[in-house]
């Protein structure tokens, strides 16, 4: 158990998380009287991260606590692989899932990354706010060279925003924030099961030392060379690979998001260059909420933030501690971003000889034939698209859903269709065209009008 109280209006705790399954009824009141012995807001508050550390050694902090600004608030890949969230408001924390944690920063710059085992309810509250942690218990001393992950995330936090302590000053010097170099490493910490403890010291404020993301529009991101580097940014997903309505299949695959924003849709000869969709890659250990995979989910187009993405080799790639958000959160809003935000038709790319493979364009040309070996068509289930129909005879023939495990009544047909087109844009080239749903239909009509 742990919680997560308010100190500066004497408010109840905002959440508390049990880790037993088996604690119900009276033998759960008594083990929550127990534990709340142990909650002491008056043991004395310190302001240096490495010297609780130092202090306490491997131990669980007891005692003592120390007054941290929550700097980020993610989840990582579970025990099991897991990268999508479960609900934890039963507090089912037992279960195998995603770990949330918490980024905390201390008034001297000191890093350390803290594991709450499985309660997301009203962790982002915390985000932004000045936090007193109690109960900690140290995993590991984490390097630049063992988990660059951590640290290409800790230096889009640094320089700090405000001078930090030195050792030996009870007050801020303004040297420190210019001259301090970046951190060399933090500590990994876990929340002990019964003494742990998580209070907001400043209530609804948010802390100066506080840095939320900073978001770049897709064209500035694209013309700067920050490789290794996190960056955050709103775009509209119009289309993903792979299209799956399966959840659980979402939570497991890697997964591409072609996206666009106003920067990339205007028209301007100096960037003629740039395209006007990207690709994103979402790895599977970015762990994705379950708002985030319902939207993916659904054919239909959607804005999504996304925060502390990594460049790589070239790519935009969503990686562990990569945070995807459909709302804006209140920093976004205040800070007016919304001026990338896209807000009429999208535009694609003409097909030429430099267009990437697996990307999307448009393309413009006459139907002159069809590739007849590749064509044929399947039925799918009408309530959920599986398109591996099981026929059955003792049913009379009747097709068998087995993720629905019904009948069939009503399959939807569907096909695969490759044309050849002549494009006037590409004279020289053979250009083959595979067929979506739609488009089939649409060709399929018009084949059979008197002028088709």
């Given at each position: 158990m742990f919680k997560i109280k308010d100190l500066s209006n004497n408010s109840p705790e905002s959440q508390v998380v049990y880790s037993d399954l088996a604690t119900t009824g009276t033998e759960w009141t008594n083990r929550h009287e127990k534990a709340k012995q142990h909650f002491t807001a008056e043991s004395p508050l310190r302001d240096s991260l490495l010297?609780?550390?130092?202090?306490?050694?491997?131990?669980?902090?007891?005692?003592?606590?120390?007054?941290?600004?929550?700097?980020?608030?993610?989840?990582?890949?579970?025990?099991?692989?897991?990268?999508?969230?479960?609900?934890?408001?039963?507090?089912?924390?037992?279960?195998?899932?995603?770990?949330?944690?918490?980024?905390?920063?201390?008034?001297?710059?000191?890093?350390?990354?803290?594991?709450?085992?499985?309660a997301m309810l009203k962790g982002r509250q915390l985000e932004g706010k000045s936090?007193?942690?109690?109960?900690?218990?140290?995993?590991?001393?984490?390097?630049?060279?063992?988990?660059p992950g951590l640290f290409s995330l800790i230096d889009t936090i640094w320089p700090p925003a405000i001078p930090l302590k030195a050792p030996g000053h009870s007050q801020?010097?303004?040297?420190?924030?210019?001259?301090?170099?970046?951190?060399?490493?933090?500590?990994?910490?876990?929340?002990?099961?019964?003494?742990g403890q998580i209070d907001m010291i400043?209530?609804?404020?948010?802390?100066?030392?506080?840095?939320?993301?900073?978001?770049?529009?897709?064209?500035?991101?694209?013309?700067?060379?920050?490789?290794?580097?996190?960056?955050?940014?709103?775009?509209?997903?119009?289309?993903?690979?792979?299209?799956?309505?399966?959840?659980?299949?979402?939570?497991?695959?890697?997964?591409w998001l072609l996206v666009t924003d106003i920067t990339l849709q205007m028209k301007d000869g100096n960037d003629h260059h740039l395209p006007k969709i990207l690709p994103v890659c979402v790895t599977p250990s970015c762990v994705l909420g379950p708002e985030i995979l319902e939207a993916l989910s659904t054919a239909a187009p959607h804005s999504i933030l996304f925060r502390d993405a990594l460049r790589d080799q070239?790519?935009?790639?969503c990686v562990e501690r990569t945070v995807l958000l459909l709302q804006k959160p209140f920093w976004c809003m205040a800070s007016g971003t919304g001026s990338c935000e896209l807000t009429g038709p999208v535009i694609l790319d003409e097909l030429d000889s430099l267009t990437p493979v697996n990307s999307i364009?448009?393309?413009?040309?006459?139907?002159?034939?069809?590739?007849?070996?590749?064509?044929?068509?399947?039925?799918?289930?009408?309530?959920?698209?599986?398109?591996?129909?099981?026929?059955?005879?003792?049913?009379?023939?009747?097709f068998f859903c087995g993720d629905c495990c019904e009948l069939v009544t009503s399959p939807v047909l569907k096909r695969h269709l490759q044309v050849f087109l002549d494009c006037p844009s590409r004279p020289q080239c053979s250009v083959k065209v595979k067929l979506l749903q739609g488009s089939i239909s649409s060709l399929l009509r018009f084949a059979a009008c008197e002028d088709g």
């Open positions: 010297d609780v550390v130092e202090s306490q050694g491997a131990a669980p902090w007891s005692g003592v606590g120390v007054q941290v600004v929550v700097q980020r608030v993610y989840s990582l890949p579970g025990r099991d692989g897991t990268r999508s969230q479960q609900d934890t408001s039963s507090g089912h924390a037992d279960l195998p899932g995603p770990r949330v944690c918490l980024l905390v920063q201390d008034a001297y710059g000191m890093f350390g990354e803290v594991y709450l085992e499985g936090c007193r942690l109690a109960g900690m218990k140290v995993l590991q001393k984490a390097t630049r060279g063992r988990t801020p010097c303004e040297e420190v924030k210019s001259h301090l170099p970046p951190p060399s490493f933090c500590y990994v910490l876990s929340v002990h099961p019964n003494l400043e209530g609804d404020s948010i802390s100066k030392l506080h840095q939320p993301p900073i978001l770049h529009c897709l064209r500035d991101i694209l013309q700067t060379d920050n490789l290794g580097a996190r960056c955050s940014f709103y775009a509209r997903v119009i289309y993903q690979r792979p299209q799956l309505k399966s959840l659980l299949l979402l939570a497991q695959k890697e997964i070239g790519q935009i790639v364009c448009s393309v413009q040309g006459t139907v002159v034939g069809v590739d007849e070996n590749t064509a044929f068509s399947w039925p799918t289930c009408d309530r959920c698209g599986n398109g591996r129909l099981e026929q059955r005879p003792e049913d009379g023939g009747t």
